[in-house]
Each structure stands twice: as C-alpha cells, then as structure tokens.
C-alpha cells in the first residue's frame, strides 16, 4: 500500500471553514476535449508470453512483474515471469554534507559520540563574535564539533549546511539558523578578509544567526582574518573511544556488564598503544567497535589488536608486495575490496573473472630448468585462500527481501578494503583498467552496483588529473541499469569531498547536455540519491536539463530514472514544495515535450495509485490525497493545472473522484472546500468548469455535498 506523508494533525470539531485553498496563477488553457490519458506505467515486455487457454482469458491479471492466473485450481497460482537482469539495488544513501537544513536526526545521530576536544572553550568564544574559521587537519573531527557549537546555540534542527562559493562575500544569510560551510574552496579563502568577515557579521548579527568555516590546515587564509581562526585539535582517543562505548550500550547493543569489560580493556597496555600510534576519533572508534565485537564473542584480545593493524596502509602494502606473485591471492583481494561485504559465491565468481587478466600481466611463465614440483590440480580451499589474505566469512544472513541466504566476506581489519583497493587502482599501472574489464563482464549480481559504486568513489576521491570522472563514462552510457546505478553511488562518494564538488556538477552538467538518453538515465540516478538530497535545488535543475529536449519521446528508462529521483527529494519534507512547484512548471509545458509527458505520468499516477506507480522504484510513493492534506495551497494549484490539461483531465477527476467516495479521505482532505475552490476558479479555467458542470450533473443533490452556489 503506498505511503505518504501522514495527516495534519486537527481535533474532531475543527471548521472546516478555515482551509484556504490558494488560487492558482496559471495562465487560462483551451480544453479541447480530448481524452488522453497519458502514457502507461511502463513494465516488462510481455509480446512474448504464451496466450492462456480460452477458457482462462478472462481471469488473468497483468502486474508490472510476473503474471497472476487465477480460476477453480483451490486457490491463486502466481506465474513469476522476472526480467533476466535482477532486482537493481535501489538504496538511497544520506549525505554527510548538505547544502540546506540537515535533518534533526543526523545532527543528533552524528553528535551521540562527541568529545569536546581542548580547543572548543576557544571555539565557543570565537563564535560569539557570529563567525567562527575552524582549522583542522583530515579525519580530526572539526566537522563534528562545528555541528556542537552550533547545536548548543540553535537546536539540532537549526542548522544549515552550505556549498562552498568562490567568494564568500556574495552570500547573503536569510533565516535565523547556524550556518556551516565544510571544507572552504581555495578561491573562497583566498578572496576571504577583514572586510567580508565583518560585513558578514553584522548580517548575522541583524539575524542572530552564527557561521561556522571548517577550513583545511594546510590552505592559506589572509592575515587579516587571524582574530576568527581557531587551529582545531582532536580529542583525546582514549575519551572518544570510551564515549563511543558508552553510546553503544545506551542504543542496546552492549550489555552494563559488557560496558564495563569493554572499558577494562581499553585501558590495557595494548589498547593504549594503538591509541598511541593512531591518535584520530575514526581511529578511536574503529577501536572501540573491535572491543563491542571482543567483548560479545569472546575472542582474544590479540586477535582484536591484529585485525586492527591489519587495516592500516602499512600492512595492506605489505600484503600486496606478498602476493605480487600469485595471481590467484590478488584477484582475491581485488574481489573482496571492489564488492565488500557481498556473498561468498559473488566473490569467487568476480575472482575467476580477473585472475586471468592478471595472469596475462606477467606474459608466458619462464621455461624452467630440470622437473617441476607436481601440480595441485585441487587448489587450496576457499576459507584457506581467505586466510591467506586476511579475510574471513561471517555467519550467512537471511534478510526479508532476500531470497536466499547469503554469506558476506571481508577483511579482517576495518579499513583494509578501501586501502588495498585505493593502492591497486592507482599505483600499479593497468590495474584501474583490469578490475573496469573484469567488472564489465560480471554478470550482475543483486547488490554489486552498491558495493562496487561506493568503493570506486572512496578511490577516485583520492585520484587526481583529468581522467578522474572520465573512467566512469563508459558505465554511465551503459544501456544497463545496474551499471548507471553503480556510477550514481560513485558519484555519491565522491561528492562528499568539498574539493570535489565543483568537479562533480560541472560532470553531471555536461552529461545532461549529451544527446544520449542513458546518460541524461545516470544524471537522475545520481540525483536520487546523496547529490540530490545534499543539492536539492541543483538536482531539480539537472533533472529540468536532461528533460529539456523538444520533440522527443520520454523513454521508459528515462522516465524511470527521473521518477525515482522525485521521489527521492519527496522523502524529505523540506524539498516536497519545490518539487511540487517544478511538476507543475512541467505540466504547462508544450504537450509532446519531455517535461510534459513526465508531469503526466507523475499526474496520473498519484491521481489513480500513487507517485511513483507500484514496482517502479521509489523511496517515497505519494498520492493525490497525501499532497492535499500537508501542501493544500501547491496541490490545489497542481489539481488546476491538470485539469486544464487535456492528458491529464479524465485521470485527476478520477482520483478527485475517488478522494470524494472515500469517507476518511473525504474528511482529511477538507474536500467540500477543495470542491468550493474549485467552483470559484471555473469560470476562468475551462478544465476546471467541464469537471465542475459534469460532477454538478451526475450529483443528485449538489447542496448537499457542500459545493459553493
């Protein structure tokens, strides 16, 4: 059952009087009377199903995957009919940086390990002033306390993140909020001074509104804007790690007594020396999640102490020059890098993909002198590989939407993954191309677009020079879905680097103006996701471009992928007002065009069902119903337009309709008023009075259902 925004809340006895259905100001349309009803909801191909016996010809339902036949067989036999490519992962990963208000949630949720490192009392200070320029190091946690500062002065609800401009001095605060900008950009800081940094102040003074810069250490900043730095230095370890601990046992994941054993440990010699080596909070708390894991299963303490090691650069170079040799040990590694996490057969599978590619490396074996040892035809097994490696199995896993069990592999050590995957792509020549050819002739695996996405971006995070983004192109023009997928959550990963940014969009632009449909697919993937709910307003943009394309067809994979999009931005509250206000620029667009065609498809189907239409991949599925409830003044506007609109006429009186025979909806919706609302913009609205006059003829006893005289 779709899912919407739940009702505004409102007592029994509540007048319905006090609704104010806002007047639209769209532009009058002739109504020609034409019946159209917009394009279907798309759904696997099926001219190529067997017709049923006659005597069944009119009990068989068509769904969007599969077909149900039912007749006097004791009950419903379901006929599955899947498409050969498997379910694509559909997850929408939250960003860690938003240009906007970040969700009360987030802030709590990233604020429920703090540790107030020793310079907060000099932070604190700085900020009364209304702008604070924190520096710090990578990974030091300086984001983290700039969301404290904040918090104590706005609420957890109260702050704003913004994207990094070239010049400071041409932003304009506008509500009363904590703003923060992550990771100023070089042209930013250097166009930074005296003047702007006061000017700015005295705008925030106006609002009561505060300012915090998290600024790299190693980017220079004029001299005169010294009096509002403060160098950041992190907590700690020890702190963040027993603070980490104690957050674990309050969310239930630690019992008192384990609490205790944890904190015990972690003031052993060993553990204290780790933190020694590795003084910064990710560290601290990879620490402090292997004491959870000790302390629950039982394992040694050694052990522990070695998986974390094991994730260290050091070790993972370490284990590479091992195994340069062996062909058979690095496309198992790549394997369990590249897809972490995935099932032991998806492993082995990508495994023997590569190995060949890597044998071919090091051309023809030598010919060697006097007898070879005898061969191990058997080979070594699979758990004896991972061990070689440093990995291992974690017990199978059975989740609700899986269809069978699955057995995750990984490295021992937390980071182990990401470092040998980044020293691979981008320190041995031809390697990035070997594991792209390996990943091209993979077949798809239910899953792999995310893990293969999100590690890929982490590298090219670290990647530098012009075929940074260019590597993905090959994928994101793919006529696969799972492979657009894949390049979205690279992007993903990416974007959340404040230096990549600019990269990123300038990318996303440039495909949005290409004349091929897959990649104008993979510009809206990528907005359904991080990009698009950190960036809301430049996702609607790039979502508005890769539709800006006169007289042609809104392909099924196009119209899909921006569906998925929209209702991405819709499961945010705060984006649901612009994205309304963007359907409706789209259905007074010229009947024929992109725009048009996908306001129809979105019209229709939150009139008759829901938006997007059931199995078509959404995060958020919204009903004609919902948006008169929790946006009455955009939807009244919207009910208006579409009626106007020839193609989507019949479908919005429809679900008018149906909002109308329903007593709940009826109630919620305030619906007598809608219907008021309606009658008093007819006359200038020619869809609007046909709807109206046709509703007034079919009525029995119009008065009674509270239409306006």
Same mark, same amino acid.
């Given at each position: 059952?779709?899912?919407?925004?739940?009702?505004?809340?409102?007592?029994?006895?509540?007048?319905?009087?006090?609704?104010?259905y806002g007047?639209?100001?769209?532009?009058?349309?002739?109504?020609?009377?034409?019946?159209?009803?917009?394009?279907?909801?798309g759904?696997?191909?099926?001219?190529?199903?067997? =017709?049923?016996?006659?005597?069944?010809?009119?009990?068989?339902?068509?769904?969007d995957?599969?077909?149900a036949?039912?007749?006097?067989?004791?009950?419903?036999?379901?006929?599955?009919?899947?498409?050969l490519?498997?379910?694509?992962?559909?997850?929408?990963?939250?960003?860690?940086?938003?240009?906007?208000?970040?969700?009360?949630?987030?802030?709590?949720?990233?604020?429920?390990?703090? %540790?107030?490192?020793?310079?907060?009392?000099?932070?604190?200070?700085?900020?009364?002033s209304?702008?604070?320029?924190?520096?710090?190091g990578?990974?030091?946690?300086?984001?983290?306390?700039?969301?404290?500062?904040?918090?104590?002065?706005?609420g957890?609800?109260?702050?704003?993140?913004?994207?990094s401009?070239?010049?400071?001095?041409?932003?304009r605060?506008? =509500?009363?909020?904590?703003?923060?900008?992550?990771?100023?950009?070089?042209?930013?800081?250097?166009?930074?001074?005296?003047?702007?940094?006061?000017?700015l102040?005295g705008l925030?003074?106006?609002?009561?509104?505060?300012?915090?810069?998290?600024?790299?250490v190693?980017?220079?900043?004029?001299?005169?804007?010294?009096?509002?730095?403060?160098?950041?230095?992190?907590?700690?370890?020890?702190?963040v790690?027993?603070?980490?601990?104690?957050?674990m046992?309050?969310?239930?994941?630690?019992?008192?007594?384990?609490?205790?054993?944890?904190?015990?440990?972690?003031?052993?010699?060993?553990?204290?020396?780790?933190?020694?080596?590795?003084?910064?909070?990710?560290?601290?708390?990879?620490?402090? =999640?292997k004491?959870?894991?000790l302390?629950?299963?039982g394992?040694p303490?050694?052990?522990?102490?070695?998986?974390?090691?094991?994730?260290?650069?050091?070790?993972?170079?370490?284990?590479l020059?091992?195994?340069?040799?062996?062909?058979?040990?690095?496309?198992?590694m790549?394997?369990?890098?590249l897809?972490?996490g995935?099932?032991?057969?998806?492993?082995?599978?990508?495994?023997?993909?590569?190995?060949?590619?890597?044998?071919?490396?090091?051309?023809?074996?030598?010919?060697?002198?006097g007898?070879?040892?005898?061969?191990?035809?058997?080979?070594?097994?699979?758990?004896d590989?991972?061990?070689?490696?440093?990995a291992?199995?974690?017990?199978?896993?059975?989740?609700?939407?899986?269809?069978?069990?699955?057995?995750?592999?990984?490295?021992?050590?937390?980071?182990?993954?990401?470092?040998?995957?980044?020293?691979?792509?981008?320190?041995?020549?031809?390697?990035?191309?070997?594991l792209?050819?390996?990943?091209?002739?993979?077949?798809?695996?239910s899953?792999?677009?995310?893990?293969?996405?999100?590690?890929?971006?982490?590298?090219?995070?670290?990647a530098?020079?012009p075929n940074?983004?260019?590597?993905?192109?090959?994928?994101?023009?793919?006529?696969?879905?799972?492979?657009r997928?894949?390049?979205?959550?690279?992007?993903?990963?990416?974007?959340e680097?404040?230096?990549l940014?600019?990269?990123?969009?300038?990318?996303?632009?440039?495909?949005?103006?290409? =004349?091929? %449909?897959?990649?104008?697919?993979?510009?809206?993937?990528?907005?359904?996701?991080v990009?698009?709910?950190?960036?809301p307003?430049?996702?609607?943009?790039?979502?508005?471009?890769?539709?800006?394309?006169?007289?042609?067809?809104?392909e099924?994979?196009?119209?899909?992928?921006?569906s998925?999009?929209?209702?991405?931005l819709?499961?945010?509250?705060?984006?649901?007002?612009?994205?309304?206000?963007?359907?409706?620029?789209?259905?007074?667009?010229?009947?024929?065009?992109?725009?048009h065609?996908?306001a129809?498809?979105?019209?229709?189907?939150?009139?008759?069902?829901?938006?997007?239409?059931?199995?078509?991949?959404?995060?958020?599925?919204?009903?004609?119903?919902?948006?008169?409830?929790?946006?009455?003044?955009?939807?009244?506007?919207?009910?208006?337009?579409?009626?106007?609109?020839?193609?989507?006429?019949?479908?919005?009186?429809m679900?008018?309709?149906?909002?109308?025979?329903?007593?709940?909806?009826?109630?919620?919706?305030?619906?007598?008023h809608?219907?008021g609302?309606?009658?008093g913009?007819?006359?200038?609205?020619r869809?609007?009075?046909r709807?109206?006059?046709?509703?007034?003829?079919?009525?029995?006893?119009p008065?009674?259902?509270?239409?306006?005289?």
């Amino acid at each position: 059952m779709s899912t919407g925004a739940g009702p505004a809340p409102h007592s029994d006895d509540r007048d319905d009087g006090g609704r104010d259905y806002g007047g639209p100001d769209n532009s009058d349309r002739d109504y020609d009377g034409r019946d159209d009803r917009g394009p279907d909801d798309g759904g696997p191909d099926d001219s190529g199903r067997a =017709e049923p016996e006659n005597s069944y010809r009119d009990n068989q339902q068509r769904l969007d995957q599969g077909m149900a036949v039912m007749g006097g067989i004791a009950g419903d036999v379901t006929v599955i009919n899947t498409p050969l490519d498997e379910t694509v992962t559909d997850r929408i990963i939250k960003p860690r940086l938003r240009e906007g208000p970040y969700p009360e949630g987030e802030v709590r949720d990233r604020l429920s390990g703090f %540790v107030e490192p020793a310079s907060y009392v000099r932070s604190r200070k700085v900020l009364d002033s209304r702008i604070l320029v924190l520096r710090a190091g990578s990974g030091t946690g300086a984001g983290t306390t700039a969301f404290a500062l904040l918090e104590e002065r706005h609420g957890a609800g109260g702050i704003t993140g913004l994207d990094s401009p070239d010049d400071l001095a041409r932003w304009r605060p506008r =509500e009363r909020c904590g703003y923060l900008l992550q990771g100023l950009s070089p042209a930013a800081a250097a166009a930074l001074g005296e003047v702007v940094l006061n000017g700015l102040a005295g705008l925030l003074e106006r609002l009561r509104a505060h300012l915090v810069i998290t600024v790299r250490v190693d980017t220079p900043l004029p001299a005169d804007t010294e009096p509002w730095q403060v160098v950041h230095h992190p907590p700690l370890p020890a702190e963040v790690a027993a603070k980490w601990l104690r957050s674990m046992a309050e969310a239930g994941k630690l019992t008192p007594e384990q609490e205790a054993e944890a904190l015990e440990h972690l003031t052993s010699a060993d553990f204290t020396g780790y933190l020694h080596a590795h003084p910064l909070p990710r560290d601290a708390v990879a620490a402090a =999640e292997k004491l959870g894991e000790l302390v629950v299963s039982g394992r040694p303490t050694a052990t522990a102490l070695d998986e974390l090691q094991t994730g260290s650069p050091d070790s993972a170079r370490r284990a590479l020059a091992e195994s340069s040799h062996r062909a058979d040990s690095l496309s198992l590694m790549a394997a369990i890098s590249l897809l972490a996490g995935q099932d032991r057969t998806v492993i082995e599978e990508f495994s023997a993909i590569l190995r060949p590619r890597i044998d071919e490396r090091g051309g023809p074996a030598p010919a060697g002198e006097g007898a070879r040892p005898p061969r191990n035809v058997l080979g070594l097994s699979f758990e004896d590989r991972l061990e070689a490696v440093g990995a291992r199995l974690l017990p199978p896993l059975l989740g609700a939407a899986q269809r069978y069990p699955v057995q995750p592999v990984v490295f021992s050590g937390r980071h182990r993954s990401e470092v040998l995957l980044r020293f691979l792509w981008l320190e041995y020549e031809g390697m990035a191309g070997l594991l792209w050819k390996a990943l091209d002739d993979t077949p798809h695996r239910s899953g792999i677009e995310l893990a293969a996405g999100q590690a890929i971006g982490k590298v090219l995070a670290h990647a530098t020079g012009p075929n940074t983004l260019r590597q993905l192109a090959p994928f994101a023009a793919s006529d696969r879905r799972w492979r657009r997928r894949l390049v979205a959550y690279a992007l993903g990963e990416m974007v959340e680097r404040p230096d990549l940014t600019a990269a990123v969009r300038r990318q996303l632009r440039q495909w949005s103006r290409s =004349e091929l %449909v897959h990649l104008h697919c993979t510009v809206a993937e990528t907005c359904a996701g991080v990009y698009g709910l950190a960036r809301p307003a430049t996702a609607l943009a790039l979502l508005d471009a890769v539709l800006d394309k006169p007289g042609k067809e809104l392909e099924d994979g196009l119209r899909t992928a921006v569906s998925f999009a929209l209702s991405a931005l819709l499961s945010e509250t705060a984006n649901r007002l612009p994205v309304l206000e963007r359907l409706r620029e789209w259905q007074g667009a010229e009947p024929g065009t992109r725009r048009h065609r996908l306001a129809v498809h979105a019209v229709t189907s939150m009139s008759l069902t829901a938006f997007p239409p059931p199995g078509a991949p959404a995060e958020e599925r919204i009903r004609l119903s919902d948006l008169l409830v929790c946006h009455p003044e955009q939807a009244f506007g919207l009910v208006v337009a579409a009626l106007n609109d020839p193609a989507t006429h019949e479908a919005t009186a429809m679900g008018l309709s149906l909002i109308e025979n329903d007593p709940e909806l009826r109630q919620r919706t305030f619906f007598p008023h809608l219907l008021g609302a309606l009658s008093g913009v007819a006359r200038s609205h020619r869809g609007v009075l046909r709807f109206v006059l046709r509703r007034h003829r079919t009525r029995t006893s119009p008065s009674a259902e509270g239409l306006a005289s």
